[in-house]
């Protein structure tokens, strides 16, 4: 296996907040675990699909903004936020205090950004009128904002850009940020998604489409990727923040990384506003493109982290894709079964566990899969995790509108 050096970036911090658990390790052991995180839901109470999968408790400590910003953002923005700071005190900075704020860029994505806002505004204007809308709507709801406050509370004054590519918004900004590392217009990126989505109105727009899991008898079990009984996806929320640098500038201080973060690729089906092209045929494009940019052959890949939602359409398009393109057989894993779809913010979490995976040694289990209920003829880890020696995986992320982000990701010592 050979990578191309100069293309590579380093992921030298890493910040979680999913359903899994608040924080990185937090998360990491919770996906181990195997376990969906998916319950009733009291805000989706009496509709059609009344179950979720939600961040956990977050005890004030872990929540707290602080100096008195809280209360101007939302919901997204706050776990954009925090998760920045795990990743940047990860990645050995003092937050604001030991870099160069000039040279630091942010990108964050998301998909529906404030759309929980906009619901719960909506009815306070059908409610009683103009006055009873809150001044901090649109800071609330615009999409770049969860990239200006990480900014703002970072004292990163480089380029601060927001992505928006639906489902793929987490992985398109992280390969924005690459790009910005290799063009020299920053020295320091810190990028990933997030998103805080789970509403009434969002939820059975969703349901309307025929997304989602229609299983209110048992929502753990609904979520099952890659399986053949499997019915749609379970909404979800959470946030995910990677720092990245150049590798020699991370060796300079003495950090290691993670993983790599060696090549992108980025295509678009141009086939419907919501179903995949038949095959994963453009979305070849993008994994072809992501590995010829890491200077990989598709044989030297080792792992999968699929984008898996559990849907009949995608997951064949999926699975076609990697029989297809990787037929030598890695390992696949699916996140999505333990921590459900958190649209925008899915594509930096499953690169976050993507780099974890290579750090550890360790495959994550896809949960509600078993050999058994397996759909298709891939080697997906079920039941426990599996111990590898990762050198090289791809991680993919798909969305409506056809968008197709793949990014590939090695190990340091590879």
Partial sequence: MTTTSSRTVAITGLGLITPAGVGR?????????????AAEDPELK??????????PYMTPEQARIGGGKSWRMGQFTRLAVLAAR????????????????ARVAVVIGSGLAGAAHLEEQSARFLKGGPELVAPTLIPMLISNMAAGEVALDLGARGPSLATESACASGASALAVARDLLLSGACDIAVAGGTEAAVTPVITTGFHRMGALSSRTDEPAAASRPFAADRDGFVIAEGAAVCVLERPADAAARGRRAYALLAGAGQSTDAHHPTAPAPGGAVAESALRTALADAGLAPGDIDHVNAHGTSTPLNDHAEADL???????GPSVTAPKGALGHSLGAAGAIEAALTAL?????????VANLTPGNL??????VTGAPRPQDV????????????????LALTSPAA
Avoid at 359 to 365: A, E, K, L, Q, R
């Fill in 322 to 328: 990697i029989a297809r393109v990787l037929p030598h």
């Fill in 357 to 365: 995976t290579i750090h550890h040694g360790t495959v994550p289990p």
């Fill in 391 to 406: 050198r090289a995986a791809v991680t993919h992320s798909f969305g409506f509108g056809g968008h197709n982000v793949v």
């Fill in 25 to 37: 390790e937090a998360t990491w052991e919770g996906v181990l675990r195997g376990r969906s995180a």
């Fill in 375 to 380: 759909d298709f003829p891939l080697d997906c």
């Fill in 46 to 55: 009496e509709l059609p699909v009344d179950f979720s999968c939600r961040v």
């Fill in 86 to 101: 795990e990743a940047v005190a990860d990645a050995g900075f003092a937050r604001g205090g030991d870099w160069d704020g």
